[in-house]
């Protein structure tokens, strides 16, 4: 099988595609046919070496966490599948692993894919979804009638945030770039502001819930934009801010939450019965599998509006 790896941390020069032994299949374990596999900006962080407090320094290390496919065969125990099951899911965050042509998981790493959307649509949906939902119902517990501006919202995270917090009642206000004004609209933000004309610092109202997705927004720069009461969710996990965030917490009524995602089967699951039911799923670019340094120095320069995906090479 082929899998994309790395032998030390730099820059997208650094991935490589290797051929290696399919690894044997444990009784609990399932064997995925990978057909599609989402970028995320967790998986630079990580091959360059931003998050080796928590990836360690052991190499080779591989790549890809999110990824849909078709299961190849199941261990005797396995009883939620069994083969030929399309289905979704990820790998361990700090690990890798999911950009090969085989991936073997347990199965509460995974969902059924729904029938109504494809391979590389579904590949897109457990780290953004997750991460959205989590934002959502579990760091700033979002409720009817809250006021919640989207930092962000046309990203990977942003474009499922805003129509979870719109389906919770809130308003939603979408920062966006001129590309993702019309998107916003259309996914039901009830204001969109373009950060390329306007600035944030300025608008004139205060919100409930300030979630910033572009790790541009500093929690300072937020504070100016919250109630007394408020919560700001940021997913830039730096070990300064999950320590600033724990003193701060205890002392303001104006919360800073760190985004660290916790996956789990019934939230894999509540995310792919929001696509079956019709939430909107956004892929801005698909490349091959040989294309990988191609694929994550376009989309790590930022500006995607939605997500970029991989496929392998059967499924071109």
Not at 229 to 253: E, R
Not at 254 to 260: D, E, F, H, W
Not at 262 to 291: C, F, H, W
Request: net charge positive; charged share 25%.
């Amino acid at each position: 099988m082929k899998q994309v790896i790395y032998k030390q941390f730099g820059n997208e020069n650094v991935l490589e595609i290797t051929t290696k032994v399919t690894p044997a299949l444990g009784k609990n374990q399932l064997l995925v046919r990978v057909k599609a596999v989402s970028i995320n900006p967790l998986d630079w962080k990580l091959y360059r070496g931003e998050m080796k407090l928590m990836s360690g320094s052991k190499f080779p290390k591989a790549v890809g966490i999110d990824f849909s496919g078709v299961i190849e065969n199941t261990g005797s125990d396995v009883k939620r599948f069994k083969i030929g099951d399309e289905v979704l899911g990820l790998v361990d965050v700090f690990k890798g692993g999911a950009l090969a042509d085989y991936v073997i998981v347990k199965d509460t790493d995974l969902a059924v894919k729904p029938a109504n959307i494809s391979f590389e649509e579904a590949a897109t949906l457990p780290v953004a979804g997750l991460s959205a939902l989590q934002i959502i119902d579990s760091l700033a517990k979002i409720h009817a009638g809250q006021h919640v501006l989207i930092n962000g919202a046309s990203g990977g995270i942003g474009v499922f945030a805003v129509q979870i917090a719109k389906q919770r009642g809130a308003s939603v206000t979408a920062v966006v770039s001129s590309k993702g004004n019309k998107l916003a609209a259309e996914l039901g933000a009830d204001h969109v502001i373009d950060y390329t004309k306007d600035d944030i610092a300025q608008i004139a109202m205060l919100f409930d819930t300030v979630i910033d997705l572009s790790t541009k927004l500093s929690f300072k720069d937020a504070k100016k934009l919250m109630k007394k009461q408020a919560t700001f969710v940021t997913t830039l996990a730096s070990p300064l801010i999950l320590l600033k965030s724990i003193f701060n917490n205890l002392l303001s009524g104006k919360k800073l939450k760190v985004l660290i995602l916790k996956p789990g089967i019934e939230k894999l699951e509540r995310v792919s019965e929001l696509a079956k039911n019709g939430m909107s799923i956004v892929v801005n670019k698909t490349y091959g599998l040989d294309q990988v340094r191609k694929a994550y120095e376009e989309t790590s320069k930022g500006g995607i509006v939605g997500k970029s995906v991989i496929i392998t090479a059967d499924h071109l």
